[in-house]
């Protein structure tokens, strides 16, 4: 008996899958490089002096798990698409590129935000954060669209999958710039609309998988 043949040979994605997983899990650790150990005076250091310092970095702690947790559910998307696809080009490669750039990025608004939050700079902290996801959103959007041109797909792909993220991707830009303006009226509001967001994305993820 032969075996099944295989029309679409060899899967294409690999060597992508593996070097963008190398790079959301270095972005993803530098996140935490902005943890502190609290500086106190020698001739102050003890047990309450460091809870208070420690409870001080509040804004650290926020933005190390609002940072996390959106660019976990980043690459849970980025494996999802990439189960439906079976062959690459230049143009995924160049896309898949320019998102990973500005996930590289997010550490750094990250740093931004956990330093002035808890100043009177914190709405253009908030809305310099913000604002990176808007760029974020749109790599992502392009990023899917150059993985869903139908002959890069796999023979297996879902189309439900796929009309679903590209409707549901349309709406991430327009949410992300809300959140950009909201942060010049109060950089919490700013904040809440991302972590809505991420976890928003969390449950779309969990609700729609690929083939």
């Known amino acids: 008996m032969e075996p099944p043949a295989n029309h679409q040979g060899e899967k294409e994605t690999s060597r992508l899958e593996a070097f963008s997983d190398g790079v959301f899990a270095i972005a993803i650790t530098l996140l935490v490089l902005e943890l502190k150990v609290p500086a106190l005076p020698s001739s102050g250091a003890n047990s309450a002096a460091l809870g208070k310092a420690l409870l001080h970095l509040w804004p650290s702690?926020?933005?190390?798990?609002?940072?996390?947790f959106?660019?976990?559910?980043?690459?849970?998307?980025?494996?999802?698409?990439?189960?439906?696809?079976?062959?690459?080009?230049s143009w995924l490669h160049f896309t898949n590129g320019c998102l990973l750039l500005v996930i590289t990025f997010v550490p750094y608004p990250t740093s931004v935000l956990a330093a002035y939050l808890d100043s009177s700079a914190a709405k253009m902290a908030a809305g310099f954060y913000a604002g990176t996801f808007v760029f974020v959103a749109i790599c992502f959007s392009l990023f899917?669209?150059?993985?869903?041109?139908?002959?890069?797909?796999?023979?297996h792909a879902s189309q439900k999958f796929i009309e679903t993220t590209l409707r549901n991707y349309r709406i991430g830009p327009p949410l992300y710039i809300l959140a950009t303006s909201a942060a010049m009226i109060?950089?919490?509001?700013?904040?809440?609309?991302?972590?809505?967001?991420?976890?928003?994305?969390?449950?779309?993820?969990?609700?729609q998988r690929g083939a």
């Open 61 to 68: 702690y926020l933005a190390l798990v609002t940072s996390f």
């Open 70 to 89: 959106t660019i976990l559910i980043m690459w849970m998307h980025h494996h999802a698409i990439l189960r439906n696809v079976h062959r690459t080009d």
């Open 144 to 155: 899917t669209y150059g993985a869903f041109r139908p002959h890069l797909l796999s023979q």
């Open 186 to 207: 109060d950089a919490r509001l700013s904040l809440a609309i991302c972590t809505g967001l991420w976890i928003f994305w969390a449950a779309v993820i969990r609700d």
